[in-house]
């Protein structure tokens, strides 16, 4: 069977204490919080936003690493993603072009290419080892998306822009140009899912895996704090490491 760069995991009760735990802990964030929200008041980012200690515990209940196909690791602090009803919206951040693809496309994009300099080109900066999303209430809105198999796409694609230099370097080259090529071929290629999961589930991508958020259609639903998830990317040493197999 090929890989599809993605895998849920549960319903585990571990899983659903943490997420119980964390969404009280998600309330009161936003509750106190003054980042402001994007995309017209419809996405809060919410980077670092959880307050789970390096084993991934919050306010004492454990990570449920036992539940989850993963090696203990520390753990930076959880964002919270949470969209609400109408995302996404234009906003003065984005340019019409952008927003468009956000509506259209999901945002779709690889964590860990950050934007650089005043053209934005894009360089690995954050290679991450994994990405794990954790529902931390129950919602029909906006689910994270994924393209099947697109990870193998991409890493081909980056690798052979990357060939060419020495591996201590990788970070610092600009892929954009490789990296929207791929991303054009698995938009042509691969098949586009929409993964809702509910707390107790957990949703495993791939880190090369291309992913995005759906646009909040006409009949979700979610509770009024809207739709959350809470999201974990522990960091590799290095670029090389990020792109090799598996």
Same mark, same amino acid.
């Given at each position: $069977? !090929?890989?599809?760069?993605?895998?849920? %995991?549960?319903?585990? @009760?571990?899983? &659903? +204490?943490? #997420?119980?735990?964390?969404?009280?802990?998600?309330?009161?964030?936003?509750?106190?919080?003054?980042?402001?929200?994007?995309?017209?008041?419809?996405?809060?980012?919410?980077?670092?936003?959880?307050?789970?200690?390096?084993?991934?515990?919050?306010?004492?209940?454990?990570?449920?690493?036992?539940?989850?196909?993963?090696?203990?690791?520390?753990?930076?602090?959880?964002?919270?993603?949470?969209?609400?009803?109408?995302?996404?919206?234009?906003?003065?951040?984005?340019?019409?072009?952008?927003?468009?693809?956000?509506?259209?496309?999901?945002?779709?994009?690889?964590?860990?290419?950050?934007?650089?300099?005043?053209?934005?080109?894009? $360089? !690995?900066?954050?290679?991450?080892?994994? %990405?794990?999303?954790? @529902?931390?209430? &129950? +919602?029909? #809105?906006?689910?994270?998306?994924?393209?099947?198999?697109?990870?193998?796409?991409?890493?081909?694609?980056?690798?052979?822009?990357?060939?060419?230099?020495?591996?201590?370097?990788?970070?610092?080259?600009?892929?954009?140009?490789?990296?929207?090529?791929?991303?054009?071929?698995?938009?042509?290629?691969?098949?586009?899912?929409?993964?809702?999961?509910?707390?107790?589930?957990?949703?495993?991508?791939?880190?090369?895996?291309?992913?995005?958020?759906?646009?909040?259609?006409?009949?979700?639903?979610?509770?009024?704090?809207?739709?959350?998830?809470?999201?974990?990317?522990?960091?590799?040493?290095?670029?090389?490491?990020?792109?090799?197999?598996?």
């Amino acid at each position: $069977m !090929v890989d599809p760069g993605w895998s849920r %995991i549960g319903p585990d @009760p571990a899983i &659903r +204490a943490w #997420a119980d735990s964390a969404r009280a802990a998600a309330l009161r964030a936003l509750a106190a919080t003054d980042e402001a929200w994007r995309c017209g008041g419809t996405w809060f980012v919410g980077v670092d936003a959880l307050p789970n200690s390096p084993d991934g515990a919050i306010h004492g209940t454990p990570f449920p690493w036992d539940a989850l196909p993963l090696r203990p690791e520390p753990l930076h602090r959880a964002q919270l993603s949470v969209i609400r009803p109408g995302y996404p919206r234009p906003s003065p951040d984005e340019t019409p072009a952008a927003f468009a693809f956000r509506r259209d496309r999901d945002a779709a994009h690889l964590d860990g290419l950050l934007p650089i300099g005043p053209d934005k080109r894009r $360089m !690995v900066k954050e290679p991450h080892a994994w %990405i794990l999303g954790l @529902p931390l209430n &129950r +919602a029909t #809105a906006s689910p994270l998306t994924v393209w099947e198999g697109s990870h193998e796409i991409l890493r081909a694609a980056l690798l052979k822009a990357l060939a060419p230099h020495p591996p201590e370097s990788w970070g610092e080259i600009d892929v954009t140009d490789a990296y929207q090529q791929a991303r054009r071929e698995a938009f042509a290629t691969c098949r586009r899912l929409e993964l809702a999961a509910s707390p107790g589930e957990a949703t495993l991508i791939h880190r090369l895996t291309l992913h995005g958020v759906a646009a909040w259609k006409s009949g979700d639903t979610a509770p009024p704090e809207g739709r959350m998830i809470a999201y974990l990317r522990p960091q590799l040493a290095c670029v090389r490491d990020w792109l090799a197999a598996p």
